[in-house]
Structure formats: structure tokens, C-alpha cells
Nanobody, 123 residues
Framework: QVNLVESGGGSVQAGGSLTLSCSASGDYDESLSMGWFRQTPGKGREWVAMIYLGTGNRYINTPMKGRFAISRAGAKDSVLLQMNNVKPEDTAMYYC????????????????WGQGTQVTVSA
């Protein structure tokens, strides 16, 4: 079992920056993929960024490349999502997700989820 807790959401103006944090606890090892999905009302969850703890490999979805970055925090069981030059279309509920093994890009492959944190970008 992996427990995930997000923090750092809020409101920001377009062009600004925001950092989300996800802290993991429970029974897991380095063969864990952690990252972020986001969801807007009436739509499924879209993957944003992933990091595979075992290798440190990082993955960013194409619409966010060059603007978002994912990294491990100082505490090894925390993952950060740095969001730069945000746009109104980045407005969504952001969820931290984790799975044992390599990353996948669809929500159905993830077993562990945080409660979500809202990000609102105003024009």
C-alpha cells in the first residue's frame, strides 16, 4: 500500500509559476513510478509527468514540455511538479499517482492516488 498526499495547488495568473508536491509513505521500493495526472470536469484524467524512482528517468507529456518539470525532492519519497509559464488551459485538478513498475500513460494502470489539488490559472 502506498499513501500519497499532494500539496501546493492554488490560483495563479497566466505566465506565472506554481510547484506541486507529492509525498509518499507506506510499503514500496525503488521500483515505483510516481507522477501526476490532471482532470477537468467531464473529462478523463490526462497524464502530465512521471518519474521512475528506480532509474530516475523522467517523462513529460508533449503539451507540457518546456514548461513543466518533475523531480524528486530532498526527501527521496517526495516528488515535485514545477509548473512554469502556466496557461488557462492548465486549470484542472491535479492528482498524484503511483504504480509499481515502469510508468504508463493511462490512469487505469495506476493503483495509488492522492486526493487531488486544484490549480486555477486566470488569464
Amino acid at each position: 500500500q502506498v499513501n500519497l498526499v499532494e500539496s501546493g495547488g492554488g490560483s495563479v495568473q497566466a505566465g506565472g509559476s506554481l510547484t506541486l508536491s507529492c509525498s509518499a509513505s507506506g510499503d514500496y521500493d525503488e521500483s515505483l513510478s510516481m507522477g501526476w495526472f490532471r482532470q477537468t470536469p467531464g473529462k478523463g484524467r490526462e497524464w502530465v509527468a512521471m518519474i521512475y524512482l528506480g532509474t530516475g528517468n523522467r517523462y513529460i507529456n508533449t503539451p507540457m514540455k518546456g514548461r513543466f518539470a518533475i523531480s524528486r525532492a530532498g526527501a527521496k519519497d517526495s516528488v515535485l511538479l514545477q509548473m512554469n509559464n502556466v496557461k488557462p488551459e492548465d486549470t484542472a485538478m491535479y492528482y498524484c499517482a503511483a504504480r509499481e513498475g515502469a510508468p504508463f500513460w493511462t490512469e487505469d494502470r495506476y493503483d495509488f492516488w492522492g486526493q487531488g489539488t486544484q490549480v486555477t490559472v486566470s488569464a
